[in-house]
């Protein structure tokens, strides 16, 4: 008994939300930077993260494919993100790992075929991490894009679920995820509902597995709905503007 | 500092992490809206989300509690009908999560329904509650007190967040007095809608504290506050019997209390005798050191920290295994222990060691009286333990703090009352009274009652809330009655409480795991098993068996071979991984048999009914089928999972006289004799690979010490039957051991029993020598069983008995464990000769072989592997827990058996009878008594022998006599039951003349005519032969 309870029965989690609730979600699109091409700033609780696009432009020489555009991405986690202060280097595994999930994830999303020759970076800093930043990463980037105006097939949103003490729990924070449960990233198509990254290192049974599931398709449509609101809004305003 | 917005709150704060690095930890915490006061009718609340449970009116008062009464007082708040109408802060949780659990556990999920149900039936108990005080415990099943929990750290109008120059505990105390002013402040609004006076409702939210402080500030903000001691007071008149189990708190925790013991004297209050006031500043103990200060002088290793462990008779002398010392560290002397009790987690000083060869000694265990103890203190009560190592130095400590408190629940006895305070005292008045543990590790325990005499001559259950070092003794409070002391049903429960043993009825949630009770195996399980309900399956038991997890069978092959069939009761069919009744079957571990009863680890549907292989009944099983040849070789081997129908459920009698019937030409008889003829070829090959058979009818545990009857230990040695069942049994766990483990290298549990210690057999053979055995060998366990045979003397029928009783003694345990743990070399099983071991045949009454059933069937691809057989540690820690559960089934089976001797000798009057000395001590020697079939010590006085170690003599120094290990004493033996410890006292009266020595078969005789008066009408016992 000893253990920490991740639910209470009153239902509640161990920061005051309900199984099935995010953490509070803040965007900004646009402005965060006045040199890249187009740029986002992501809360999801804690967790924060910064998104750079820079692009299209003409691609490099050696990695110019003439059939569709060139996709990079790099991710980088500031030292001061975590508990422990630690710098970790370009070639941190943590870190290709993330971008590498990131540039193919947006693969799938951004047209590339219409970039023939040319090349969009997309650069990624988390500045505060409390679980979930993989998440924040690719809502950041999904931002970045639109607001850089690049053509993309359909809003990609993640969301991270676990499954604790016989019930899913949505957008786990650190304190859940050091818990040591199951932790599914799962990143989807606001539209088309089709799952473009997905990922999970424990093994569960199928029917847990469906469970944490939806939980977490579900958690990605309250995401979703606030960043349409945030874009909507961005864009309303750029039209007042002018 | 925290920061707020208004959605949220971020609490930050450091934290020391294991290595000693500070980490920063920051933390959201959510505020919202939805939460709700809890008010039965509350027009905001409840109109919108019934949850209303307690009461808001003129008479009653809600309650808030304070962290420190959830934390000090939770035996009391659990049980005292006095604490009603409660609003349970989420602040308290804090503290301690366990506690919390607890007292939250009195909401009851359906508490809302029977209270709407039951508002009338509560007013008009409210008003008879003066007449049924007498009531002295409340029945905690039809608890109908009212108890809500309010998640103030969650809700944005009581959300506080630490100032800068508070601490923790401020902050919390100070959200304890914004939430009860919330509540002043909430019903007040209801009231005006109401239409009632607002400005009395503040008045009707009363704050329990005992923390001057917090009750000073509380006051002082214009909240009602009490302190749970005038809260009890004020109540007197209204529940005459609260404040029972309030707990006692020490004179060091005291002084944050508002009040100390010596005002609550002044209180009317008996005034104590028992703890005469000393000088603040000299206690009876030495303080402990400070937590810090332990832990900087275990990183300078200065201290050393480990569990203390007592010995077994005495709570006077205990040994703790530190880290990073060789060996125990013994501690002795009460000054030395300084308030440890059995189980604490210690800081230990090494001091100079006073070894004067106390090892040697056998223990009183009686706890001596003050008067005497006042004459000891200078002299300790050092005695050693028999677990010394012969030879090896053994270091001496002193306890210098506690690090974390292993105290649980105590059994035992309050100490009667000196003659003349027993005139003075009248019912109602509090009296200190002493409380006899029936654990002699344990020291007694002061406790307060009003109702000393209702709690006289009974066992009860008694906490311990505190031991400061001005107090002799710990102080606590009762927590249960059990019943009378002396009754067999009451020391039974004892026995079982002590060991820890679960004896509570099976939940609800357990209960809805059991498949109805007309349960019929439908027909597509019935396809998608093997179908052997026409095969002839026949189960073999103890007579009155009724949980029968296996039976066997046999088949004619075409090719002159044989099939033979193991099958077991497929109870992972009923109980699947991780569901309510598998998580308490994984408590209980095992099945509990005392001398007349059974604590069942399954319900008794399972048990007894559905997984039962009763005869005639189709039952699911899990099969392990052999293809063997006459010669008893094995060509093939399967498992499955199938369905059976046994044709006949045998007891052992039956099936020998079966076997034995030279006219019973029946194919049962055949197969039987089929059977016992491959089952003597199996056995015979595995005693000549060295399989030990150390059991014997004397001996009242085997070698593998599964069971812990005497009665059917001798049985079981009776018949060739027996041994039939045993083998296959072995056979079939071997076969299941080593399958599991080719599929699950790392994930499979098995069953290991490591060699004997070489030192005590070292010992035990220079004793045999001087004894004129000088064959005795132990280099493998083929050696030792080969020596066993040849242990004979002449004139002695006994000697050969007691040379393997002693080769018991020296025997380990063995443990179930987790294949990923233990090097390969150490999972072999020695006492069965077995190169890999483990527990298949009896899932229905072992947790291990639950657990067995479930890898087998996994490594089958019948199931896949559940989640608490994927991860080592988890297996790993399961392991443990079974086995300490199992040992400690051991321990209440042995203690059950120790208590019927007791009874028996009680009613019988003392006896005298021939004994044979098994070990002889500096104070004393330990005997065996075979016309009883008991064992016990006979202490003897030190200063009138002189001790010779090496021949392990005793010589009287004014007569000639000396006593060594064989030697055959005539002892007296009685009842005492000093200090409710039920004992069975022997004392020597002379060596015995040859012609009291009873023949073997006298003896023998003897002992099964008491067995049976002892036992008479044991059916807990009724268990079969651990295999």
């Given at each position: 008994m000893s253990k920490t309870e991740f639910v209470s029965p009153e239902g509640f989690r161990i920061d005051g939300r309900r199984p099935s609730e995010i953490r509070t979600f803040r965007c900004q699109v646009g402005g965060v930077s006045q040199n890249a091409d187009g740029s986002a700033y992501v809360e999801m609780g804690c967790t924060k993260a910064l998104a750079y696009v820079y692009g299209p432009k003409e691609a490099r020489r050696g990695a110019m494919k003439t059939q569709c555009g060139v996709l990079t991405c790099e991710v980088s986690l500031a030292p001061f993100s975590t508990a422990d202060r630690r710098k970790r280097s370009r070639y941190d595994r943590q870190t290709v790992e993330l971008a590498l999930t990131i540039r193919q994830a947006f693969e799938s999303s951004i047209l590339l075929e219409l970039y023939q020759r040319a090349q969009i970076d997309m650069f990624v800093h988390i500045l505060e991490t409390d679980g979930g930043h993989?998440?924040?990463?690719?809502?950041?980037?999904?931002?970045?894009?639109?607001?850089?105006?690049?053509?993309?097939?359909?809003?990609?949103?993640?969301?991270?679920?676990?499954?604790?003490?016989?019930?899913?729990?949505?957008?786990?924070?650190?304190?859940?995820?050091?818990?040591?449960?199951?932790?599914?990233?799962?990143?989807?198509?606001?539209?088309?509902?089709?799952?473009?990254?997905?990922?999970?290192?424990?093994?569960?049974?199928?029917?847990?597995?469906?469970?944490?599931?939806?939980?977490?398709?579900?958690?990605?449509?309250?995401?979703?709905?606030?960043?349409?609101?945030?874009?909507?809004?961005?864009?309303?305003?750029?039209?007042?503007?002018? | 500092m925290d920061v707020d917005t208004e959605d949220k709150r971020i609490d930050t704060f450091l934290r020391k992490t294991r290595r000693g690095k500070i980490r920063k930890i920051v933390r959201e915490i959510y505020l919202r809206d939805d939460i709700w006061c809890g008010v039965f009718g509350c027009p905001v609340c409840d109109a919108t989300h019934n949850t209303g449970v307690l009461t808001f009116s003129e008479d009653e008062s809600l309650l808030l509690l304070d962290t420190n009464v959830v934390l000090h007082q939770i035996d009391f708040l659990m049980e005292d009908a006095c604490i009603d109408n409660v609003v349970i802060l989420s602040t308290v949780r804090h503290r301690n999560l366990q506690t919390y659990a607890r007292l939250r556990s009195l909401c009851k999920a359906d508490q809302q329904d029977r209270y709407r149900e039951s508002v009338q039936k509560i007013k008009d108990r409210k008003r008879d509650r003066g007449h049924d005080a007498d009531a002295m415990q409340v029945d905690t099943k039809d608890d109908s007190r009212r108890f809500y929990v309010f998640c103030n750290e969650f809700f944005s109008a009581t959300n506080v967040s630490r100032k800068a120059d508070e601490t923790v505990n401020d902050r919390n105390d100070r959200a304890i007095r914004v939430a009860a002013h919330w509540y002043a402040r909430h019903p007040a609004s209801v009231q005006e809608l109401l239409g009632h006076d607002a400005s009395t409702a503040s008045k009707r939210v009363l704050l329990l504290t005992n923390d001057a402080r917090n009750k000073a500030r509380a006051a002082a903000e214009g909240l009602a506050t009490m302190t749970i001691y005038e809260y009890v007071d004020m109540l007197k008149?209204?529940?005459?019997?609260?404040?029972?189990?309030?707990?006692?708190?020490?004179?060091?925790?005291?002084?944050?209390?508002?009040?100390?013991?010596?005002?609550?004297?002044?209180?009317?209050?008996?005034?104590?005798?028992?703890?005469?006031?000393?000088?603040?500043?000299?206690?009876?103990?030495?303080?402990?050191?400070?937590?810090?200060?332990?832990?900087?002088?275990?990183?300078?290793?200065?201290?050393?920290?480990?569990?203390?462990?007592?010995?077994?008779?005495?709570?006077?002398?205990?040994?703790?295994?530190?880290?990073?010392?060789?060996?125990?560290?013994?501690?002795?002397?009460?000054?030395?222990?300084?308030?440890?009790?059995?189980?604490?987690?210690?800081?230990?000083?090494?001091?100079?060691?006073?070894?004067?060869?106390?090892?040697?000694?056998?223990?009183?265990?009686?706890?001596?009286?003050?008067?005497?103890?006042?004459?000891?203190?200078?002299?300790?009560?050092?005695?050693?333990?028999?677990?010394?190592?012969?030879?090896?130095?053994?270091?001496?400590?002193?306890?210098?703090?506690?690090?974390?408190?292993?105290?649980?629940?105590?059994?035992?006895?309050?100490?009667?009352?000196?003659?003349?305070?027993?005139?003075?005292?009248?019912?109602?008045?509090?009296?200190?009274?002493?409380?006899?543990?029936?654990?002699?590790?344990?020291?007694?325990?002061?406790?307060?009652?009003?109702?000393?005499?209702?709690?006289?001559?009974?066992?009860?259950?008694?906490?311990?809330?505190?031991?400061?070092?001005?107090?002799?003794?710990?102080?606590?409070?009762?927590?249960?009655?059990?019943?009378?002391?002396?009754?067999?049903?009451?020391?039974?429960?004892?026995?079982?409480?002590?060991?820890?043993?679960?004896?509570?009825?099976?939940?609800?949630?357990?209960?809805?795991?059991?498949?109805?009770?007309?349960?019929?195996?439908?027909?597509?399980?019935?396809?998608?098993?093997?179908?052997?309900?026409?095969?002839?399956?026949?189960?073999?038991?103890?007579?009155?068996?009724?949980?029968?997890?296996?039976?066997?069978?046999?088949?004619?092959?075409?090719?002159?071979?044989?099939?033979?069939?193991?099958?077991?009761?497929?109870?992972?069919?009923y109980v699947k991984p991780d569901t309510a009744i598998d998580k308490e079957a994984a408590e209980r571990c095992t099945t509990v048999y005392l001398v007349e009863k059974r604590t069942d680890m399954l319900p008794g549907l399972l048990t007894t009914d559905l997984c039962s292989l009763v005869g005639g009944r189709q039952r699911l099983a899990f099969s392990v089928l052999w293809e063997m040849t006459p010669k008893a070789e094995v060509k093939k081997t399967e498992f499955h999972k199938s369905v059976i129908k046994s044709s006949a459920a045998l007891a052992y009698a039956e099936a020998q006289a079966i076997i034995d019937d030279p006219n019973d030409k029946s194919q049962l008889a055949i197969n039987l004799r089929i059977l016992l003829d491959l089952a003597r070829q199996i056995r015979g090959r595995r005693m000549a690979k060295g399989a030990l058979e150390l059991a014997s009818p004397e001996v009242k545990f085997e070698l593998d010490s599964e069971t812990a009857d005497p009665t059917d230990v001798a049985m079981y040695q009776l018949r060739e039957t027996n041994k039939l069942v045993e083998e296959f049994m072995l056979f079939a766990n071997s076969t299941v051991a080593t399958f599991i483990l080719e599929k699950f290298p790392l994930y499979s549990v098995l069953r290991r029993h490591p060699p004997p210690k070489e030192d005590a057999l070292k010992a035990l053979k220079k004793l045999l020598a001087s004894n004129g055995f000088t064959e005795f060998k132990y280099g493998s366990s083929k050696e030792l069983a080969e020596s066993l045979d040849r242990a004979v003397k002449g004139d002695d029928a006994y000697f050969n008995k007691l040379v393997r009783i002693l080769t018991t003694r020296c025997m380990n345990q063995a443990v179930y464990f987790c294949t990923s743990e233990v090097d390969r070399q150490e999972f072999f099983h020695y006492g069965l000769a077995a190169d890999l071991y483990t527990h298949f045949t009896s899932p229905i009454r072992r947790y291990a072989d639950v657990l067995v059933h479930r890898l087998l069937a996994a490594g089958l691809n019948i199931e896949g592997l559940p989640d608490q057989l994927s991860h080592k540690d988890r297996i790993s820690d399961q392991c443990d827990v079974i086995n300490v559960k199992h040992r400690n089934a051991q321990w209440a089976g042995r203690a059950s058996v120790d208590l019927h001797t007791y009874i028996y000798f009680k009613k019988k009057g003392p006896s005298t009878a021939d004994s044979v000395v098994v070990r002889v001590r500096r104070n004393g020697v330990q005997v065996s008594i075979p016309r009883f079939g008991i064992e016990g010590v006979v202490l003897l006085k030190e200063a009138d022998y002189t001790f010779d170690e090496d021949k392990q003599t005793l010589s009287h120094k004014s007569s000639a006599t000396t006593i060594s290990v064989f030697d055959h004493l005539l002892v007296s033996i009685r009842a005492d039951d000093t200090d409710f410890r039920n004992r069975t006292v022997i004392e020597m009266v002379r060596k015995s003349s040859p012609s009291e020595i009873l023949s073997y078969e006298a003896a023998e005789a003897s002992r099964q005519q008491v067995e049976k008066e002892m036992f008479g009408n044991a059916q807990g016992m009724a268990e079969k032969p651990a295999v």
């Open positions: 993989k998440a924040a990463a690719i809502n950041a980037c999904n931002l970045a894009l639109i607001d850089a105006g690049i053509n993309i097939r359909d809003s990609l949103v993640a969301c991270s679920a676990g499954y604790i003490d016989g019930r899913p729990i949505v957008d786990m924070n650190q304190a859940e995820i050091n818990a040591g449960g199951v932790e599914l990233l799962l990143g989807v198509f606001a539209r088309t509902r089709k799952v473009s990254v997905i990922e999970m290192d424990s093994k569960i049974t199928p029917e847990v597995f469906q469970e944490t599931y939806e939980a977490c398709i579900a958690a990605c449509r309250d995401l979703y709905t606030a960043m349409e609101t945030a874009v909507n809004d961005t864009a309303l305003r750029l039209v007042h503007s002018k | 008149h209204k529940f005459p019997n609260a404040g029972e189990k309030l707990a006692q708190l020490s004179r060091e925790d005291a002084e944050d209390e508002l009040r100390d013991e010596d005002e609550l004297d002044e209180a009317g209050v008996a005034p104590s005798r028992l703890e005469t006031p000393k000088e603040p500043s000299k206690g009876f103990f030495p303080p402990h050191m400070k937590e810090s200060q332990i832990r900087d002088k275990i990183r300078l290793k200065e201290l050393y920290q480990g569990v203390l462990r007592m010995n077994r008779t005495t709570c006077f002398e205990g040994y703790v295994a530190c880290k990073g010392v060789e060996g125990d560290v013994r501690i002795h002397g009460r000054q030395d222990l300084n308030r440890a009790v059995d189980g604490d987690v210690v800081a230990v000083q090494l001091i100079a060691a006073d070894d004067t060869g106390e090892d040697d000694k056998f223990l009183d265990d009686t706890q001596e009286d003050e008067a005497a103890e006042a004459d000891r203190m200078e002299v300790e009560p050092a005695a050693g333990g028999q677990a010394a190592a012969l030879g090896a130095e053994r270091k001496t400590g002193r306890v210098v703090g506690v690090i974390k408190r292993g105290w649980r629940e105590y059994c035992g006895s309050l100490r009667p009352l000196d003659d003349f305070r027993k005139v003075g005292s009248s019912a109602m008045v509090t009296t200190e009274r002493y409380f006899i543990p029936a654990d002699p590790r344990i020291p007694y325990i002061i406790i307060k009652t009003r109702h000393s005499h209702q709690l006289d001559n009974k066992r009860i259950v008694v906490a311990i809330d505190s031991w400061d070092r001005f107090s002799r003794y710990p102080r606590g409070h009762w927590v249960s009655i059990l019943g009378d002391t002396g009754d067999k049903a009451t020391e039974s429960a004892v026995i079982l409480k002590e060991h820890g043993v679960i004896t509570r009825d099976f939940s609800e949630a357990v209960l809805k795991c059991l498949p109805p009770a007309d349960f019929q195996i439908t027909e597509e399980e019935i396809a998608r098993r093997l179908d052997l309900r026409n095969i002839l399956v026949c189960s073999i038991d103890p007579p009155g068996c009724k949980d029968i997890d296996d039976a066997l069978s046999v088949e004619h092959l075409p090719n002159g071979n044989y099939r033979i069939g193991v099958h077991i009761a497929d109870v992972t069919h």
